[in-house]
């Protein structure tokens, strides 16, 4: 196993670094939302690298919920997030399957709006995030998986970008767990790039 998986600590050190230069930006942005924002957060560039998604798995896994069946977000963001999860736990003999919420039914076959094994209904499942900013798009992959009969108690994101996303998820009885604030990502992108 690769050293830096060893520590708790030194993984989180390091994905700040790796988020920090290679998924933050400052300047003038519109975000999905329609908000500005002088922050601007893609993690896609970190979780999509073999070093940033195994940080990322390793330490989304260890604030999944225990009784969990199965990992879900929605699609483009989760895609890597579940998959890299699963496989995590599938490594420490861990069962955890891996659900994609689609943005769209499927427009033949089932007609699915999720992908992936088949659960049994009542599941707890724990939703996985890569940006939260008003919580909005969690809260949907919250509901579709609601809808198909799926418990959801947690949303684990990589970062939550302090814009109302928290309160509104946890509005909705849902708990919010962040592993970072956009604060750390941009006090550390201000130290690496001095």
Known sequence: MNNLLKSKEACKDKLLDLL??????????????????????????????????????NLLLSHVEEDSVAVS?????????????????????RELEALIIRKEAKGHGTSAWIEGPSI????????????????????KAVFRLRDAGYSINRIVSIVDRNEGGAQMIEKNGIE?????SIDEVSSRSRELFK
């Open 176 to 180: 919010l767990i962040s592993l970072f």
């Open 73 to 93: 977000g929605l699609t483009l963001g989760a895609d890597p997030l579940v998959s890299g999860v699963a496989i995590t736990a599938f490594n420490l003999d």
């Open 20 to 57: 920090a230069a290679n998924a933050y930006k400052h300047g003038d942005f519109i975000l999905s939302s329609g908000k500005k924002s002088n922050h601007y957060v893609n993690c896609k560039p970190v979780t999509l690298s073999g070093v940033g998604l195994s940080l990322t798995s």
């Open 120 to 139: 049994p209904d009542g599941s707890l499942v724990t939703v996985l995030e890569d940006v939260v900013t008003t919580g909005a798009s969690s809260l």
